[in-house]
């Protein structure tokens, strides 16, 4: 079932094969959202993650396009607008996360970050605009992460990225209101699935960091986040970046 129920809203989730992107539609089809699945290369992950939304009722597309390609990008929200003519909120998540120390990151691994953290979080938020000045309740909720408030080893190119999508969102807050809030939520330490199948923690960057909350955190808990931003109690948040990592980053 794709259909939508009558007032339905509707929410696209960017890198949504699998991880935090995957908890992310999960928590928003609970709220009643209905999903457009983004995912550029691993189709299968994207495609299983939208039978398991239309298993549970929730009216749910996939949607393959390259978020470092604004035709590509506009080529989805043309998909959208297609199948259900509105679109509420937009989940900026995906994201390359490779490390390497300076010296060994390649211009093409430079690039490539940038491109998929930053352009895809711009074009994906200036082609969903149209749309999502439409909504009652619009929202840009950009996945950020705490390397860009930390820094870290061996990650120049990510971390540069996720600064720059605080910065992005700081803007946007401004260019957007009042009608649509742009928000950040920055992840900590989160248990992730590898691409082999087995759980895993992603590597530790703040071995000298120790979390208040003595575990690492799960995608269900970033996704509980993202869906009270994308929620009628967030229309007075905006601009801001919510962290969620157990205390490991006590920014001022």
Request: overall charge neutral.
């Amino acid at each position: 079932m794709t259909t939508l129920k009558p007032d339905q809203k509707v929410a696209l989730v960017t890198g949504a094969g699998r991880n935090i992107g995957r908890a992310i539609a999960h928590a928003l089809a609970k709220q009643g959202f209905a999903l457009a699945i983004n995912v550029r290369a691993s189709v299968s992950e994207g495609q299983a993650v939208v039978d398991e939304l239309l298993a549970l009722g929730t009216p749910a597309i996939l949607c393959v396009a390259d978020v470092t390609d604004r035709h590509s990008v506009q080529g989805m929200m043309d998909l959208i607008e297609s199948n259900w003519g509105r679109l509420d909120v937009v989940v900026n998540n995906a994201a390359i996360r490779r490390e390497a120390p300076l010296e060994q990151v390649s211009v093409e691994d430079w690039r490539n970050t940038l491109a998929v953290v930053l352009d895809g979080a711009f074009y994906c938020s200036q082609a969903a605009l149209p749309l999502l000045r439409l909504s009652p309740m619009g929202a840009v909720i950009n996945i950020g992460g705490l390397t860009a408030h930390t820094g870290a080893k061996n990650r120049p190119h990510v971390v540069t990225a996720k600064s720059g999508l605080v910065g992005l969102t700081r803007a946007l807050a401004h260019d957007l209101a009042p009608g649509i809030t742009v928000n950040c939520v920055s992840p900590g330490m989160i248990s992730t699935q590898r691409n082999s199948g087995s759980v895993s923690a992603q590597p530790n960057h703040h071995a000298t960091r120790h979390p208040l909350i003595d575990r690492r955190g799960t995608a269900e808990e970033v996704a509980a986040m993202v869906t009270f931003l994308a929620s009628d109690q967030a229309r007075f948040v905006t601009g801001q970046v919510m962290h969620v990592n157990g205390g490991t980053y006590l920014g001022s």
